[in-house]
């Protein structure tokens, strides 16, 4: 990945005072957050916030494919059901599932933290798609580990209660199905987005602008 700093061109001999202001204030404008002893190495810099970002995305897209196409048809299937009854196999997939949902919770703060402090920090313009995209998914998530999960947690218990009735086991497990098939359904639309916004984050150009310069007349 090519990153390129630009600095400033020295004003000509025939610049005038206002000229210089103008000039400075251009440039504040440009810098962003960036202290002036680190434009030397704006590019290591941006280097490092692209890394992080990159990094945090792909960690996340990549949990989210795990858990849906090897976490939950692992536990769910025959090979497991031998070693542990559907009960307990049921209830270790849901300790693995919340831990996920923890790890997704920090991937989406990091990813909305990389996007302000790389706007901040350069000055560069929002990409408001894809801080809506970004939020919106962290947003999802947010739902289905707070609200969803602890739902099929309790639905669960109802349905391998020792205490539950047979109608209670029945209502149980309805629901469950039900409260399932929005978690996944919730989890597809999570790993399409993910998906977006790793490429997003991996496509995108990195070019760092502190300060403009311009040209100025004797």
């Known amino acids: 990945m090519k990153q390129t700093c630009h600095r400033t061109i020295p004003l000509t001999q025939g610049a005038t005072s206002s000229d210089v202001a103008t000039s400075s204030a251009s440039r504040d404008r440009n810098r962003g957050l960036a202290p002036r002893s680190l434009s030397p190495n704006c590019c290591d810099v941006f280097f490092f916030l692209r890394l992080i970002g990159i990094t945090n995305a792909a960690l996340w897209f990549g949990s989210a494919i795990s858990v849906a196409l090897i976490v939950g048809p692992a536990f769910s299937s025959s090979e497991m059901l031998r070693i542990l009854p559907r009960s307990h196999s ?129």
């Open 90 to 218: 049921g209830a270790a997939a849901q300790v693995v599932v919340s831990q996920f949902f923890v790890l997704q919770y920090w991937c989406g703060g990091v990813a909305l933290a990389h996007l302000l402090s790389e706007s901040l920090y350069a000055g560069k313009p929002w990409k408001r798609w894809n801080v809506f995209l970004v939020a919106a998914l962290f947003g999802l998530q947010l739902l289905s580990g707070l609200v969803v999960e602890p739902k099929l947690q309790r639905l669960h218990l109802e349905i391998y209660g020792i205490r539950s009735t047979p109608r209670q086991r029945e209502f149980a497990g309805h629901s469950f199905r039900l409260w399932q098939g929005v978690l996944q359904t919730s989890n597809l639309l999570v790993a399409i987005g993910l998906w977006v916004h790793l490429w997003e984050i991996g496509t995108a150009k990195s070019t760092a602008k502190f300060v403009t310069s311009g040209k100025f007349r004797g």
